[in-house]
């Protein structure tokens, strides 16, 4: 009779396990606060499909629309950014740069040493966030969540011009 005790115990166990996975994952979001203090929110990419959803570009730094300052595209995966890693990312200073960041495989992280600017780069979501970078400068892009064998070589650039 204990061993039926034990399977009640360990089924609320996993239950609970899964309602913490569940609630990690959907709950709170990403939110942090960027450089000038804008917040970070994360959205939903259709189907994970990123590169044809309309609210995530090909990778790349373009101009904004309403012509003031940049968006920046980023890609993450095992185990690079793109842009970043190949090529550093050039953004312009003392201009509001817009970062979307998306994931093409498993969970990264996205930290421009030195600074605040830091976030959980998820799989079928998008890390938005507003940086205004008062000076010129060169900044090491590292990933910062364990993403498997290769994730310590997981770095790039980011060049402020
Ligand atoms: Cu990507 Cu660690």
Request: proline content about 9%; hydrophobic content about 50%.
């Given at each position: 009779r204990f061993?039926?005790?034990?399977?009640?115990?360990?089924?609320v166990l996993i239950v609970a396990f899964m309602g913490t996975i569940v609630y990690g994952a959907i709950g709170p979001g990403v939110?942090?606060?960027?450089d000038d203090g804008g917040t970070i929110d994360s959205t939903v990419v259709a189907n994970g499909n990123?590169?044809?959803a309309d609210n995530f570009r090909a990778p790349g730094v373009y101009a904004s629309s309403d012509g003031e300052g940049v968006e920046v595209y980023v890609v993450a995966r095992q185990y690079l950014f793109n842009p970043?890693?190949?090529?550093?990312?050039?953004?312009?200073?003392?201009e509001e740069v817009t970062f979307h960041v998306t994931s093409a495989d498993v969970t990264h992280g996205f930290y421009l040493a030195g600074t605040n600017v830091n976030t959980m780069?998820?799989?079928?979501?998008?890390a938005r966030f507003d940086v205004t970078f008062e000076e010129t400068g060169e900044y090491g892009i590292v990933c910062h969540e364990y993403c498997g064998s290769g994730h310590h070589t997981m770095a790039g650039q980011l060049h402020v011009v």
């Open positions: 061993e039926k005790l034990w399977f009640g115990a360990s089924l939110a942090m606060v960027g990123f590169e044809r970043g890693t190949a090529q550093p990312i050039e953004v312009p200073v003392g780069v998820i799989p079928g979501q998008i």
